[in-house]
Antibody
Framework: EVQLVESGGGLVQPGGSLRLSCAAS????????MHWVRQAPGKGLVWVSR????????TYADSVKGRFTISRDNAKNTLYLQLNSLSADDTAVYYC?????????????WGQGTLVTVSS | DIQMTQSPSSLSASVGDRVTITCRAS??????LNWYQQKPGKAPKLLIY???SLQSGVPSRFSGSGSGTDFTLTISSLQPEDFATYFC?????????FGQGTKVEIK
């Protein structure tokens, strides 16, 4: 069974940093592109970032570019998202998702999400 | 960026009703369009990918159609477990973008 389990969320002050993790199991992690998607409370889904299977190619939404860094450790089957210079606008549930499509992108598996709250 | 616009934003329907949700892209995206269902407090679930392909395990009452800029998600006979929020997503180009969501409520 495919499982994605996020951790690392919590309360952080504006300007602070946090590192999110997503532990993967039940599939060959190193074969898949992985993404982060976030959802502010009561709002819609927003794509944040993606990373290719070997970790060499990354893409970011403009709203997080230069502040967030996506990475992965295929030996540990873990995806990461480093969040720096956080502001209240970054408050959201952060989901990791596996891209399971071969043509285009589609999220066939999601984690349960981890809540990041940015507040003083 | 490609803007995705869903309509309606919400709807009320009864069990057994046929429900149609529309998603319009601000530019042509071929068939790079997915549909997700999300229930409160839960992660989204993939229903339809590539505009019309049913994800494994998803009931056949769900169907998708469209190409280019206009897409439709149809639930042929609404079931109690279908009351949820539905999102479309384009994967034609980054940034990948979602529609604002359509909340399907009980009438």
């Amino acid at each position: 069974e495919v499982q994605l389990v996020e951790s690392g969320g919590g309360l952080v002050q504006p300007g602070g940093s946090l590192r999110l993790s997503c532990a993967a199991s039940g599939f060959t992690f190193s074969s898949y592109w992985m993404h982060w998607v976030r959802q502010a409370p009561g709002k819609g889904l927003v794509w944040v970032s993606r990373i290719n299977s070997d970790g060499r190619t990354t893409t970011y939404a403009d709203s997080v570019k230069g502040r967030f860094t996506i990475s992965r450790d295929n030996a540990k089957n873990t995806l990461y998202l480093q969040l720096n210079s956080l502001s209240a606008d970054d408050t959201a549930v952060y989901y990791c998702a596996r891209d399971g499509c071969t043509n285009g992108v589609c999220y066939t598996s999601w984690g349960q999400g981890t809540l990041v709250t940015v507040s003083s | 960026d490609i803007q995705m616009t869903q309509s309606p934003s919400s709807l009320s329907a009864s069990v057994g009703d046929r429900v149609t949700i529309t998603c319009r892209a601000s530019q042509g995206i071929s068939d790079y369009l997915n549909w997700y269902q999300q229930k409160p407090g839960k992660a989204p679930k993939l229903l339809i990918y590539a505009a019309s392909s049913l994800q494994s395990g998803v009931p056949s009452r769900f169907s998708g159609s469209g190409s280019g800029t206009d897409f439709t998600l149809t639930i042929s006979s609404l079931q109690p477990e279908d009351f949820a929020t539905y999102f479309c997503q384009q994967s034609y180009s980054t940034p990948l973008t979602f529609g604002q969501g359509t909340k399907v409520e009980i009438k």
